[in-house]
């Protein structure tokens, strides 16, 4: 049975961990809002741009005239690019990512297909190459406030590979925030871009008439690696974003679990003093006794 020096010491380490636990919930909090007042930055600027490709898609024939709209003839190499994070504590938000691009990466050898591992944030580094996994390209300590710089660095690696033909496909594999409880992987295409991108749903009537200087031709062109550098950047906020959340929501649930069980080791200090104490007479008791 554990003394009361013993318990006494267990019930202060629980407490410097809680302290631990809450002062990480609070950091994740404060990075998780800033975050997300990055991606509403983001999202009006990308929409506008969206609407300005297709604008100019209405006056330009984008019928294989662009490298990053053309598909490649047969589908041989694909590249994988997985967004993870730099550190743990943070729920199953790397494994989910992890999980998400080995079950890619099975099934496009399955089909025959080459596959190609570019990597942003230490853990998921880490457990690809301690799998066995060899890594063209890899990315660290963006995962805590990534910039857009970060963003054109890794859309021109991309936009090479991909226009050099040395692979066929480029997808992006990474958590997509919804709330600090809920962050679903995303596993998109971005290489080719895909029609859908520059094609409005619903065109009603004739397209307003704008000068455009240079050509439209010229601009579309220009604004095709934007596309790609933008959502690139979108999933290195995601991504941070939903680091964050669940780390905040895992810190959460362990300083929940350290309250517990203080509040059990508490109960059990009680105890056992309780029992010292009665011990403690009955043995003040017995010696009146004997000697009565």
Not at 37 to 64: F, K
Not at 180 to 199: D, F, G, H, S, W
Not at 280 to 286: S, Y
Request: no cysteine; proline share 3%.
């Amino acid at each position: 049975m554990a003394t009361l020096r013993d318990i006494r010491r267990r019930i202060g380490s629980v407490q410097n961990t809680r302290k631990i636990t809450k002062a990480m919930e609070m950091v994740s909090a404060a990075k998780l809002r800033r975050s997300q007042q990055r991606i509403e930055a983001l999202r009006t600027y990308a929409l506008s741009m969206i609407a300005m490709m297709q604008d100019l898609a209405r006056y330009t024939d984008v019928n294989g005239s662009f490298p990053l709209l053309r598909k490649h003839t047969a589908l041989r190499d694909i590249t994988l690019v997985v967004f993870t994070g730099d550190r743990g504590l943070a729920g199953a938000f790397n494994a989910n990512v992890i999980r998400e691009a080995l079950e890619t990466r099975r099934q496009a050898e399955e089909a025959g297909h080459q596959v190609r591992w570019l990597v942003v944030g230490r853990k998921g580094i880490g457990t690809l190459r301690f799998r066995g996994f060899e890594l063209e390209r890899t990315w660290e300590g963006l995962s805590d406030a990534p910039t857009y710089t970060n963003a054109t660095q890794i859309s021109r690696y991309l936009i090479e590979l991909y226009t050099s033909q040395q692979t066929d496909l480029v997808r992006l594999i990474y958590n997509r925030f919804r709330s600090p409880l809920e962050q679903t992987i995303k596993n998109v295409a971005r290489l080719p871009i895909a029609r859908e991108a520059y094609t409005a749903e619903d065109v009603r009537g004739a397209p307003a008439s704008f000068m455009y200087e240079p050509d439209p031709a010229t601009i579309f062109e220009k604004l095709l690696p934007r596309y790609v550098e933008i959502a690139v950047f979108r999933a290195l906020l995601e991504s941070s974003a939903s680091e964050q959340g669940a780390r905040m929501t895992a810190m959460r649930n362990a300083s929940d679990n350290a309250e517990e069980m203080i509040e059990h080791l508490t109960l059990q200090l009680n105890r056992a003093r309780q029992a010292s104490i009665t011990q403690e007479i009955l043995e003040v008791v017995a010696g009146a006794n004997a000697l009565a």
